[in-house]
T-cell receptor
Framework: GNSVTQMEGPVTLSEEAFLTINCTYT??????LFWYVQYPGEGLQLLLK?????DKGSNKGFEATYRKETTSFHLEKGSVQVSDSAVYFC?????????????FGQGTILTVHP | EAGVAQSPRYKIIEKRQSVAFWCNPI?????LYWYQQILGQGPKLLIQ????????DSQLPKDRFSAERLKGVDSTLKIQPAKLEDSAVYLC????????????FGPGTRLTVT
């Protein structure tokens, strides 16, 4: 079955530092890949997505590239802000009978200090 | 546009009691999902509806969990009887159609079973 593995957290950074959160996946076929973010007290919301190999998703300064050869979808941001403090979830969605079903990683807590 | 609404936000019950959660998806969204998020883990899909029909309930513990989506709009998720391991956040999400990239999540219901 499908699975998603994220780097162990939590991650603590100073403002303007570079961020990488690793994500790898296992799936049959070619899944779509997503990063969701959960800000304190809010529901999960889609941050970015990529639907095929070599696609780059980007939003709010965050980027992630779909790497089929390494089965990875690492999240990066060049300069984090305090407002980026949240929990980040990597997720995959396969087609076929699981169409629509998201498989999530365990989440990575990011804390950014001023 | 109103988001996904869930109630209650918090619930504390004793084991062997029953509990029900309610979800109102975004207006016009045909697909509705219930996820279980145990502390420190990513959300896990319990059941997926397309209008008022079940698309996927393969991970729903059917001996104690039930869900319905009458008239293809609101949905309720019930647990009867609850066990300690059911303590989790129950998330409802909706999307405009099956396979739509973005799922819109509600704030969740935090259940504590004592």
């Amino acid at each position: 079955g499908n699975s998603v593995t994220q780097m162990e957290g939590p991650v603590t950074l100073s403002e303007e530092a570079f961020l990488t959160i690793n994500c790898t996946y296992t799936a049959t076929g070619y899944p779509s890949l997503f990063w969701y973010v959960q800000y304190p007290g809010e529901g999960l919301q889609l941050l970015l997505k990529a639907t095929k190999a070599d696609d780059k998703g980007s939003n709010k300064g965050f980027e992630a590239t779909y790497r089929k050869e390494t089965t990875s979808f690492h999240l990066e941001k060049g300069s984090v802000q305090v407002s980026d403090s949240a929990v980040y979830f990597c997720a995959s969605r396969a087609g076929g009978t699981s169409y629509g079903k998201l498989t999530f990683g365990q989440g990575t807590i990011l804390t950014v200090h001023p | 546009e109103a988001g996904v609404a869930q109630s209650p936000r918090y619930k504390i019950i004793e084991k062997r009691q029953s509990v029900a959660f309610w979800c109102n998806p975004i207006s016009g969204h045909a697909t509705l999902y219930w996820y279980q998020q145990i502390l420190g883990q990513g959300p896990k899909l319990l059941i997926q509806f397309q209008n008022n029909g079940v698309v996927d309930d393969s991970q729903l513990p059917k001996d104690r969990f039930s869900a319905e989506r009458l008239k293809g709009v609101d949905s309720t998720l019930k647990i009867q009887p609850a066990k300690l391991e059911d303590s989790a956040v129950y998330l409802c999400a909706s999307s405009s159609r099956i396979g739509e990239d973005e799922q819109y999540f509600g704030p969740g219901t935090r259940l504590t079973v004592t």
